[in-house]
């Protein structure tokens, strides 16, 4: 359902653009009475009603550009700020400087505002107060007087404040789409993944299970062979279960979880917590890494039937992982003998990375009681997530 309204191609900021355009005609029309009003009080009258037909087709120009779209770019947004300064600025031709002292600055601020509008929209915040500013600075050079007495004047607040307004809108409005469109990934993500899972159900895992199953009544030489088809289709199940799309990849954290879960195997027993443990990825990904070290000193050097444990914890300010094995363990000052051999191994790739990140890892271990690591790493300022 997601997936129809996200594919949409059309611009969150739409509605906001159509709002506009109805607050553009509204303030024609208000440019209109006011021009009909003051035009008998011009300068030059003539002139005066020449640059309202400019700004009647500049109003319907700007309309017709956003609401079709084409407009909808920082190049249209600034020669619309230029073509209102421009008429802002025709006060000192169309009327006298007492005029223009005492009176509303034609063609109305009302008028003036609409590409602070367009500025909000398109460049958010910043670019809908800013140009709200250049509105002002210009009718304050047209009446030739800067004033800040808000009690009689407030119009550089309106300004600041439309342009505030309609700009945070906007940005709300771009960032609820995208949440949408991440959404409507993921469940297109979930969906396809469902799909090969009942493919892999129905062909491969049930092949690999009918292979264990033959290998082992015919027994003999099959019999190896059928425990490596068993141990493929239990990697396959796991591999089906398991919740392998990562909806945060754009993100600066990751939930460890999903990265040990893949170590998971008929030789790697993994316990997680029920909830999310967010660390940073960059430092996930290390522990991850010394992790996927020390799983494989289990597998070169704990002995051919070992089975390896792995415990994640959430401690709130820091996250620990253990690892133990239950193989032949490590014999006393055997690390210390492979240090003075030059074989660093253990030492680079396992404390070497948790010193990186601050953390600590401490070895236990003894001849026939088997191994085990704990990994630590604090989180900075509290919760990574």
């Known amino acids: 359902m997601l997936g129809p309204m996200a594919t949409h191609s ?5 509605p906001l653009w159509r709002a506009a355009q109805v607050f553009r005609l509204l303030s024609c029309v208000y440019a209109l009475g006011f021009q009909v009003a003051v035009n008998s009080d011009l300068r030059r009258p003539v002139l005066g009603w020449v640059l309202f037909a400019v700004l009647i087709g500049w109003s319907a120009a700007c309309a017709v550009a956003y609401l079709r779209g084409f407009g909808r ?40 505002s609409n590409p602070t509008i367009s500025a909000a929209i398109q460049c958010g915040p910043a670019g809908g107060m800013a140009t709200g500013l250049v509105v002002m600075a210009t009718n304050f050079a047209v009446k030739d007087y800067f004033s800040l007495n808000l009690g009689h004047n407030a119009t550089i607040i309106i300004e600041l404040a439309i342009g505030m307004a309609i700009g945070m809108a906007a940005q709300t409005a771009r960032r609820a789409h995208e949440e949408l469109q991440r959404a409507a990934q993921l469940s297109a993500a979930l969906e396809e993944r469902e799909r090969l899972s009942r493919e892999v159900h129905d062909g491969a895992i049930q092949v690999l299970a009918l292979v264990a199953k033959r290998g082992h009544e015919i027994g003999g030489a099959t019999a190896e062979l059928a425990e490596l088809a068993s141990e493929q289709e239990r990697a396959l199940r796991r591999w089906v279960t398991s919740a392998g799309v990562d909806g945060d990849e754009d993100r600066a954290t990751v939930d460890v979880r ?67 094995d239950d193989g032949v363990g490590i014999a006393a000052g055997r690390l210390q003998e492979a240090a003075r051999e030059g074989r660093l191994g ?40």
């Open 10 to 14: 059309s611009d969150p900021t739409a």
């Open 73 to 112: 770019r920082p190049a249209w947004v600034i020669a619309e700020i230029v073509v209102v300064v421009l008429l802002m600025g025709s006060n000192t031709v169309v009327a006298s400087e007492h005029w223009a002292a005492e009176n509303q600055t034609w063609p109305t601020t009302l008028w003036a």
């Open 258 to 324: 999903s990265l040990l879960r893949r170590r998971e195997s008929d030789r790697v027993s993994v316990s997680l917590p029920g909830t999310p443990v967010p660390l940073r990825r960059w430092v996930a990904g290390e522990l991850d890494a010394a992790v996927s070290n020390v799983l494989d000193n289990v597998r070169a050097h704990a002995g051919p039937d070992a089975r390896a444990f792995v415990l994640l914890e959430d401690l709130g300010d820091s996250v620990a992982v253990s690892v133990r």
């Open 346 to 385: 253990v030492s680079k790739s396992i404390v070497g990375r948790m010193a990186s990140l601050g953390g600590t890892a401490h070895l236990h271990s003894a001849p026939g009681e088997g191994t085990e690591w704990e990994l630590c790493v604090p989180r900075r300022d509290g919760r990574d997530g």
